[in-house]
T-cell receptor
Framework: SAVISQKPSRDICQRGTSLTIQCQVDSQVTMMFWYRQQPGQSLTLIATANQGSEATYESGFVIDKFPISRPNLTFSTLTVSNMSPEDSSIYLC??????????FGSGTRLTVV | AQSVTQLGSHVSVSEGALVLLRCNYSSSVPPYLFWYVQYPNQGLQLLLKYTTGATLVKGINGFEAEFKKSETSFHLTKPSAHMSDAAEYFCAVSEGGATNKLIFGTGTLLAVQP
């Protein structure tokens, strides 16, 4: 399966600021998926990122709040903009390679104060 | 649209007892089904998956799950629980393929009592 390097692993940020999370995959993938896991809850899909086109956002998530870049087939970034304490969550990226199941990055634990 | 329902947000079993975690899905196309485990403060690990073929799927750590189309279920079982099995378990569904998103259930927290 693919190996995903995600960073930062954790951060504490001031409200009103933005944080950019990076995911690097060790193989080329068509789609990359970004998830949010709020404290004590399951994973919710934020958006799907395809190289060369705008990301597709799920209901309740908008590009202005969570802009995504996908400059090539191995890399993507998610920015959490104008943060508030409600954005405190774990953010994860994921890919699926060769039918072996979805692999997840180790996650970015974000705390907004 | 696809969805997953996990019955029981908390399940407690005794060490050595059968583990049964329930998952039902909804999908308009033949589903791909997954179980993931998340240990405290750790990432997600794939336990097992069903795509096509044999409906009884064996995974890591002695877990297995059976795809039952007639019941739209994919329950996770393990004959004998270990203390190390205590974790959160997530059932998930996709339409298959690398371009299709994975939708998660709400999770089941498994506690194993000595």
């Amino acid at each position: 399966s693919a190996v995903i390097s995600q960073k930062p692993s954790r951060d504490i940020c001031q409200r009103g600021t933005s944080l950019t999370i990076q995911c690097q995959v060790d193989s080329q993938v068509t789609m990359m998926f970004w998830y949010r896991q709020q404290p004590g809850q399951s994973l919710t899909l934020i958006a799907t990122a395809n190289q060369g086109s705008e990301a597709t956002y799920e209901s309740g998530f908008v590009i202005d709040k969570f802009p995504i870049s996908r400059p090539n087939l191995t890399f993507s970034t998610l920015t959490v903009s104008n943060m508030s304490p409600e954005d405190s969550s774990i953010y994860l990226c994921s890919v699926e390679v060769n039918g072996r199941g979805y692999t997840f990055g180790s996650g970015t634990r974000l705390t907004v104060v | 649209a696809q969805s997953v329902t996990q019955l029981g947000s908390h399940v407690s079993v005794s060490e050595g007892a059968l583990v049964l975690l329930r998952c039902n899905y909804s999908s308009s196309v033949p589903p791909y089904l997954f179980w993931y485990v998340q240990y405290p403060n750790q990432g997600l690990q794939l336990l097992l998956k069903y795509t096509t073929g044999a409906t009884l799927v064996k995974g890591i750590n002695g877990f297995e799950a059976e795809f039952k189309k007639s019941e739209t279920s994919f329950h996770l079982t393990k004959p004998s629980a270990h203390m190390s099995d205590a974790a959160e378990y997530f059932c998930a569904v996709s339409e298959g393929g690398a371009t299709n998103k994975l939708i998660f259930g709400t999770g089941t927290l498994l506690a194993v009592q000595p």
